[in-house]
Nanobody, 123 residues
Framework: VQLQASGGGLVQPGGSLRLSCAAS????????MEWHRQAPGKQRELVAA???????NYADSIKGRFTISRDNAKNTAFLQMNSLKPEDTAVYYCNADYYALGSEDQPVVGRAWGQGTLVTVSS
């Protein structure tokens, strides 16, 4: 399973961005998907998570401003980011817990990470 993150860019404070994270592969299903971020000089932190059933949770720092959602048919998760602040500047990474069938139909369980997309909030 591979993840492709996209949607980052430069935005002014108070602006919005929508990140996408698309999973691809063969014979797999996705359980929980998460967005993390890592700001310069800081540790990576969990931003938001969503289960396959649609239950979500958020870091306190972004509650009320960010919304995580997903399209299970397309194996894609989204992070809608509104009212962006300079402190939201970071590389955003997605991950997904997956179940797959290997070449000999053996079960494979794992976590995949996307490559990261840079979000810069600056005037």
């Amino acid at each position: 399973v591979q993840l492709q993150a996209s949607g980052g860019g430069l935005v002014q404070p108070g602006g919005s961005l929508r990140l996408s994270c698309a999973a691809s592969g063969s014979r797999f299903s996705i359980n929980t998907m998460e967005w993390h971020r890592q700001a310069p000089g800081k540790q990576r932190e969990l931003v938001a998570a969503i289960t396959s059933g649609g239950s979500s949770n958020y870091a306190d720092s972004i509650k009320g401003r960010f919304t995580i959602s997903r399209d299970n048919a397309k194996n894609t998760a989204f992070l809608q980011m509104n009212s962006l602040k300079p402190e939201d500047t970071a590389v955003y990474y997605c991950n997904a817990d997956y179940y797959a069938l290997g070449s000999e139909d053996q079960p494979v369980v794992g976590r995949a990470w996307g490559q990261g997309t840079l979000v810069t909030v600056s005037s």
